[in-house]
């Protein structure tokens, strides 16, 4: 069983960095669609970015709020995914999960097609 393991997280000035890290272990993520989605108090759970595997070309999707701060990477030798943050912002506090969805061309990056969650780390931005 795939297991999902998130780090990195934690509390930001704004304006500021973090880089998330997702480990997993059970099984290899080479061949998935792996990334990150968040839900801030009150408000749904949100896909922020996605990457398809290597071989699909590492196609990459970010939520619009995030285009141009975020960068999405995936490191198959250590089976690991980042996530790495800059210009950090108030509205960008939330828990964040990494997240496994079936290999695919295509990053959906919802919900609805997520096989695994990992636990969540929590991100904190504020003056």
């Known amino acids: 069983q795939l297991q999902l393991v998130e780090s990195g997280g934690g509390l930001v000035q704004p304006g500021g960095s973090l880089r998330l890290s997702c480990a997993a272990s059970?099984?290899?993520?080479?061949?998935?669609?792996v990334g990150w989605f968040r839900q801030a108090p009150g408000k749904d759970r949100e896909g922020v970015s996605c990457?398809?595997?290597?071989?699909?070309?590492?196609?990459?999707y970010y939520e619009d709020s995030v285009k141009g701060r975020f960068t999405i990477s995936r490191d198959n030798a250590k089976n690991t995914v980042y996530l790495q943050m800059n210009n950090l912002k108030p509205e960008d506090t939330a828990v964040y999960y990494c997240?496994?969805?079936?290999?695919?061309?295509?990053?959906?990056?919802?919900?609805?097609?997520?096989?695994?969650w990992g636990q969540g780390t929590q991100v904190t931005v504020s003056s």
């Open positions: 997240t496994v969805e079936p290999p695919s061309p295509q990053v959906m990056c919802v919900p609805q097609v997520v096989e695994h």
């Open positions: 059970g099984g290899t993520l080479d061949y998935y669609v």
């Open positions: 990457i398809s595997s290597s071989s699909s070309g590492g196609r990459t």
